[in-house]
């Protein structure tokens, strides 16, 4: 195993930290981001619509807002966590494969993600945008 592995995983959490205490400075900075072109013109979301607010709610610790804004944020963090945990087993223990890596499994969460896309567009409840 490299020293770049275990240096890896050592220093995500203190990664993480900073973000955590640069918070308000990463939330402030977003509101000179664009808005979505898309909306804009057609009234629909777009797949990325609402990403920015739910990753504003998630470093607020607002977890059901980041939901309902978008999914994709909140969902990619589990699935860091996930790949996190595998890598500190690989790098500090017996590697365990936590995370599905079939065929199957990403061509299901692919559909359903899809599915999410177009269902929120005419589900309120789906969509705070």
């Not at 936590?98 to 999410?116: E, G, H, T």
Request: with cysteine; proline share 5%; net charge positive.
């Amino acid at each position: 195993m490299h020293k770049t592995t275990k240096f890896t995983a050592l220093i995500v959490p203190f990664i993480l930290l900073s973000a955590v205490f640069f918070r308000s400075y990463l939330i402030a900075i977003t509101e000179y981001f664009p808005k979505c072109w898309f909306h804009e013109v057609t009234g629909w979301l777009c797949p990325a619509c609402g990403n920015t607010r739910s990753v504003k709610a998630l470093l607020k610790g607002d977890l059901i807002t980041s939901f309902r804004y978008n999914i994709v944020p909140l969902l990619c963090c589990i699935i860091a966590a996930i790949f996190y945990v595998e890598l500190l087993t690989f790098c500090f223990g017996e590697h365990k494969a936590i995370f599905p890596r079939s065929c199957k499994f990403i061509i299901v969460l692919s559909l359903l993600l899809s599915l999410y896309f177009i269902l929120r567009n005419f589900v309120p409840f789906l969509s705070m945008c």
